[in-house]
């Protein structure tokens, strides 16, 4: 089936600090999702990309749609310790209802 | 709106037993689905709905059974719990025609 590759799998930052992770795609994304999940709860949508190029803000979130629609960006500005969880990309490899594909997450950890 | 509910939170079964997760959504989301959540591998789909009276199988569905009697509810049913089925399991639901999906706290289960 399809995968999406996230990277890093995770990653150890000091509080102030930007971040970035990506994901990849064998195949063309017409959608790409942002999830952040805390420990012991689940997976919160942050952002949504619809268009290739998009890019979108949450706060201090950023994620971009990548040109070649087989790759999107999360960027986390200025990191503070609440950013602490796992962030999946996801995207539904068909239109309309269907099951999503989910990257394996990047676990950021944030230093005081 | 609750959103997306799940009980037990947390639930323990010996080898053999017998058990449903419920999952309960108040949005008149059409589209639900089910993932267990193990460590390293992201969220891996089991088994899926489009609508009342549907549903199809995901990535990992052996051991499992759903059925979906109404737009609300779609309970996961472990006939004969192993071990392996030791796992966090997540339901999410989605409005029609909209990818976005809402996840549920989750289902902690141990299979001893």
């Known amino acids: 089936g399809q995968q999406l590759n996230q990277s890093p799998q995770s990653m150890f930052i000091q509080e102030g600090e930007d971040v970035s992770m990506n994901c990849t795609s064998s195949?063309?994304?017409?959608?790409w999702l942002w999830y952040k999940q805390d420990p012991g709860e689940g997976p919160v949508l942050l952002i949504a990309?619809?268009?290739?190029?998009e890019l979108t803000s949450n706060g201090r979130l950023t994620a971009q749609f990548g040109i070649t629609r087989k790759d999107s960006f999360l960027n986390i500005s200025a990191s503070i310790p609440s950013d602490v969880g796992i962030y999946f990309c996801?995207?539904?490899?068909?239109?309309?209802?269907?099951?999503?594909?989910f990257g394996k997450g990047t676990r950021l950890s944030v230093i005081a | 709106n609750a959103g997306v509910t799940q009980t037990p939170k947390f639930q323990v079964l010996k080898t053999g037993q017998s058990m449903t997760l419920q999952c309960a959504q108040d949005?008149?989301?059409?589209?639900m689905s089910w993932y267990r959540q193990d460590p390293g591998m992201g969220l891996r789909l089991i088994h899926y709905?489009?609508?009342?009276?549907?549903?199809d199988q995901g990535e990992v569905p052996n051991g499992y059974n759903v059925s979906r009697s109404t737009t609300e509810d779609f309970p996961l049913r472990l006939l004969s719990a192993a071990p392996s089925q030791t796992s966090v399991y997540f339901c999410?639901?989605?409005?029609?025609?909209?990818?976005?999906?809402?996840f549920g706290p989750g289902t902690r289960l141990t299979v001893l």
């Open positions: 999410a639901s989605s409005p029609p025609g909209v990818n976005e999906q809402f």
């Open positions: 996801a995207g539904p490899p068909n239109s309309g209802n269907t099951p999503l594909v």
């Open positions: 709905s489009v609508g009342a009276g549907i549903t």
């Open positions: 195949s063309i994304f017409n959608t």
């Open positions: 990309l619809y268009k290739a190029g």
């Open positions: 949005m008149n989301h059409e589209y």
